[in-house]
Nanobody
Framework: QVQLVESGGGSVQAGGSLRLSCAASTYTYRSRIMGWFRQAPGKEREGVAAIYTGGYTTYYADSVKGRFTISLDNAKNTVYLQMNSLKPEDTAMYYC????????????????????????WGQGTQVTVSS
């Protein structure tokens, strides 16, 4: 069982930056993958960024490429999401997620930005971007 606690959300004007942190209760390297997701009111939860804890391979949603950066500090058991050039459409609850299963456990392979690829979730942190 992995417990995840997000922090760093808040309110910011368009063009501003925020850094989200996600502290894991166990060694992050024991999770195969960690990711950030977001959910706006009335919308489905969507993948924003993901990172494999072994090779540090990263994945990003097209909507955030070039603006958001996911990073991992195994020494601190923490994953970060640096968000720059924020837009009002980035407003959402942001969730950290982790999974310790091999990709081969998923028929057809894991989708790094898919919600079904993760079984541990944090409670979320709100990000609000005003225009």
């Amino acid at each position: 069982q992995v417990q995840l606690v997000e922090s760093g959300g808040g309110s910011v004007q368009a063009g501003g930056s925020l850094r989200l942190s996600c502290a894991a209760s166990t060694y992050t390297y024991r999770s195969r993958i960690m990711g950030w997701f977001r959910q706006a009111p009335g919308k489905e939860r969507e993948g924003v960024a993901a990172i494999y804890t072994g090779g540090y391979t990263t994945y990003y949603a097209d909507s955030v490429k070039g603006r958001f950066t996911i990073s991992l500090d195994n020494a601190k058991n923490t994953v970060y999401l640096q968000m720059n050039s924020l837009k009002p459409e980035d407003t959402a609850m942001y969730y950290c997620a982790a999974d310790d299963r091999l990709d081969t456990a998923f028929p057809g392979g894991r989708t790094p930005l898919g919600v079904f690829g993760y079984r541990y979730w944090g409670q979320g942190t709100q990000v609000t971007v005003s225009s």
